[in-house]
């Protein structure tokens, strides 16, 4: 065999061996100025930069065990790691000052394991003052046990912190930092996910004399907080990583988007990135529109901004850039869009019909909110914002989420939007959309004991379709103590007259819109056509509580499906219904089994046998309660979870109880028994129709007089359906169970990078 095919069985022996994550990562290290593997003191990119231990506390070579060497290798590491014993590393410069790094970029990977009582150290530092710093990796534990972990950058245009707060559960074991800076950002990766990003522009200070120390900082005449743990690897660039390539060289699961765990597959969610409340919902020129609360910079909340999707049947939705950017040390909050036909606001030009959004500006720097304007000549995919902004101003911190109809008999536009603290709404008029006019306040009013009141809508409806006797809906969101835990909508019923809003009810009466736990900041569409007639509406699908540690990545947070609202008449009084928009149903296949007249009796599950299973299923299931207590479906079954949708017939409620749906322990707040009363139906009935997704219910009860939606997180292999009576028999009149096809299956053809803020492209 000759010398080259002999070194080409080698090679190929050698990339077998080597899992392909880590070739991958092992090629992102390719141009780092400097990698330090901590198998020896050397400097894996070239004899440049050796490290000289600062006492003789650092042990070299330490041998990781399996799991902790495989995850080693996979980030580019090579199985080894340096023990640290309150010691630190010292870097030469270089041969040729390397690490005084040049231009506008940079990157730091460390990938680190605490072994110390004290979380106060220095990570990473070229130090030597906030004035010559040229970059600093460091962190101080909290009395609570958190950790404040910062990343400090000096430019020629100054010096900036991006801090970030890590719960003190995620602290133990190894993770894996980044710190990243691309000339326009400081940002901190904590494990793959950003978790602060600070704007600063200009070059990277010329480098000082200071050293670069790993796993301490100069102070004194020697070296200060000293780091006790180990290190894997420590990795140097002089350019910014992208994301995709920091979730690499972190570990994460590079997946195929919207292929990842829990991700919705009949849902809207951003591809990456924090989302919150929709926004400017509104169907324009044959598309709905969704706007959103979107975090372009990562996945927490922050840098609020309007995402933006369309669609034309209200299921499948198309990715567009950013719309409305958070700028000048001003967030975009939530606010509403409209289609404004007549041209009321002069924005029209050309005969283009303007879309109009009025959202609150958030000055993060005075905290003060108000109402502004921004239009768009092109079907939404370029925006000016309006330069008399802002509209409304009332110098007060918590004024936000306008939400603006068309009141027909008064030929004017009409406002409403909340001071949130007061727990009011407030009426405002405009024939122009530019000059409002105060008309009247509603609240407080309704559930007590909660602290604000955010993302009001107002809307009229027909009562049971009978048009000559309408009502209006006053909706309201709270942003805690809602009947679910955490935030949630509440709604009056009443009489809008064009000025004030009456409410039927004692102002105590409390009326909510979902008795899950996940429906929040809920807006209807506006410029529906009068010849498709609904009111449909759609919600953030998450509550404030813990949203923010929900288990999803590289994206987080998602919308309810889209719901017909109606108002129909009850023993109680006027009642909102509500429907998944019939839409839903052009995604339905085959159904998985049709079943009817058969008993269910306790212990006994008509659907065993049958082979009923799915992730993403639409069901429909209707019950007489016989002698049962309970009774009801069995969704996402399997490795002793499931989620528990049924009726308790004593108490006349319909019931979620998700407190062993599958991964519950991210937050104390998350596992849950949800309850809606629920009267029975029809000749003593129950019906209960499920739309089941990848990491969510909504369970509607009796036609929609009583909705549960509840996130849940069971594994992928939690696909058993099942049906249950307890004590006494029920009887299942009919149940049709269809799997629903994925509304992303084109998805990866599409591409919504976060960070394109284009304000001239037209998709
Ligand atoms: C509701 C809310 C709004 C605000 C927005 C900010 O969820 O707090 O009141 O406009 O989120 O993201």
């Known amino acids: 065999m000759s010398i080259r095919s002999l070194l080409f069985c080698a090679c190929l022996l050698t990339t077998s061996l080597v899992p392909a994550a880590a070739q991958e990562t092992a090629s992102i290290m390719k141009d780092a100025v400097a990698v330090w593997h901590m198998k020896s003191a050397d400097d894996g990119a070239g004899a440049n930069s050796r490290l000289e231990p600062i006492g003789d506390k650092t042990a070299f070579g330490v041998k990781l065990d ?247 049947d209200l299921m499948h939705w198309k990715h567009l850039p950013v719309a409305l950017p958070e700028e000048d040390g001003i967030m975009i909050f939530s606010g509403s869009a409209v289609s404004d036909d007549n041209n009321t606001s002069g924005f029209g030009k050309d005969g283009a019909t303007p879309l109009v959004a009025i959202y609150s500006g958030h000055d993060t720097h005075l905290l003060r909110q108000t109402q502004n304007l921004a239009f768009s000549l092109d079907k939404g995919r370029t925006w000016t914002k309006y330069e008399g902004n802002p509209v409304i101003d009332l110098d007060a911190e918590h004024f936000r989420d306008p939400k603006v109809f068309w009141h027909q008999p008064d030929k004017r536009w009409v406002m409403v939007v909340s001071l949130a ?89 409390i009326l909510w819109v979902d008795h899950g736990a996940d429906f929040y900041a809920v807006q209807s569409f506006s410029g529906i056509p009068s010849g498709d007639g609904r009111t449909l509406w759609l919600a953030w699908m998450s509550n404030w509580r813990y949203a923010s540690a929900i288990p999803t990545y590289p994206w987080r947070g998602s919308m309810t499906l889209p719901r017909e609202v109606g108002l ?6 006027v009642r909102l219904v509500q429907q998944p928009a019939r839409e839903i149903e052009k995604l339905r296949g085959k159904p998985v089994v049709k079943l009817g007249g058969v008993e269910i009796k306790p212990g006994t599950d008509p659907l065993d046998e049958r082979d009923v299973e799915g992730r993403v299923l639409d069901i429909e299931a209707d019950f007489a309660p016989g002698k049962a207590t309970r009774f009801g479906i069995r969704v996402r079954e399997g490795k002793g979870a499931c989620t528990i949708i049924g009726y308790d017939v004593r108490l006349r409620e319909m019931f979620v109880d998700r407190r062993k749906s599958g991964r519950v322990d991210f937050h104390p707040d998350f596992a849950g028994f949800h309850s809606a009363p629920l009267p029975l139906g029809k000749n003593g009935r129950v019906s209960l129709r499920v739309i089941v997704d990848d990491s969510s219910v909504a369970v509607f009860g009796n036609d929609g007089r009583a909705v549960i939606t509840d996130r849940i997180f069971p594994d992928a292999s939690q696909t058993g359906v099942s ?41």
């Open 66 to 312: 399996r799991e902790d060497a495989t995850a080693s290798l996979q980030r580019g590491g090579d199985g080894y790691a340096a023990r640290f014993s309150n010691g630190a590393l010292l870097v030469g410069q270089g041969a040729n000052g390397e690490i005084n790094l040049k231009g506008k970029e940079l990157t730091i990977l460390l990938r680190l394991k605490s072994e110390g009582d004290s979380w106060d150290v220095t990570l990473f530092s070229k130090h030597g003052g906030h004035e010559r710093l040229q970059y600093n990796i460091f962190c101080f534990g909290m009395p609570d046990g958190a950790l404040d972990l910062g990343f400090e950058i000096g430019t020629t245009e100054g010096f900036v912190k991006a801090p970030a707060i890590i719960p003190a559960d995620r602290m133990k074991g190894w993770h894996d930092i980044v710190a990243r800076f691309d000339g326009s950002r400081a940002e901190l990766y904590f494990d793959g996910e950003a978790c602060a990003s600070v704007p600063l522009s200009g070059l990277l200070r010329p480098g000082s004399d200071s050293p670069l120390i790993i796993g301490g900082e100069s102070g004194g005449d020697g070296v200060a907080r000293r780091f006790t743990g180990m290190i894997d690897h420590a990795v140097l660039w002089n350019r910014a990583l992208t994301a995709d390539e920091i979730a690499q060289v972190s570990g994460r699961q590079t997946q195929p988007l919207y292929q990842e765990p829990y991700r919705p597959q009949v849902h809207f969610s951003p591809e990456r990135n924090w989302i919150n409340d929709p926004n400017g919902l509104v169907f324009h020129d044959g598309e709905y529109h969704l706007f959103y609360q979107y975090n372009p910079f990562g996945n927490q909340w922050g840098h609020m901004s309007w995402g933006h999707a369309v669609s034309r």
């Open 421 to 509: 603290d007061k727990k009011k709404v407030q009426f405002y008029g405009s024939a122009d959309l530019k000059q409002w006019e105060h008309l009247s306040d509603f609240g407080p009013a309704g559930a007590p004991n909660v602290p604000n009141w955010e993302c009001p809508d107002l809307f009229e409806l027909p009562v049971d379709g009978n048009e000559d006797a309408t009502r209006w809906v006053l909706q309201v969101d709270v942003g805690d103590n809602a009947p679910a835990g955490g935030s949630g909508g509440q709604y009056f019923v009443g009489e809008f007259d064009g000025r004030t809003f009456r409410n039927d009810n004692a102002s105590d009466t």
């Open 568 to 573: 129909t008449r009850t023993a109680e009084g």
């Open 723 to 763: 049906l249950f009576a307890e004590e006494g028999a029920a009887r299942l009149d009919s149940i049709s169970i269809c799997p629903l096809e994925s509304i992303w299956r084109s998805a990866t053809a599409q591409s919504q990078d976060p960070r394109r803020v284009v304000r001239d492209s037209r998709l």
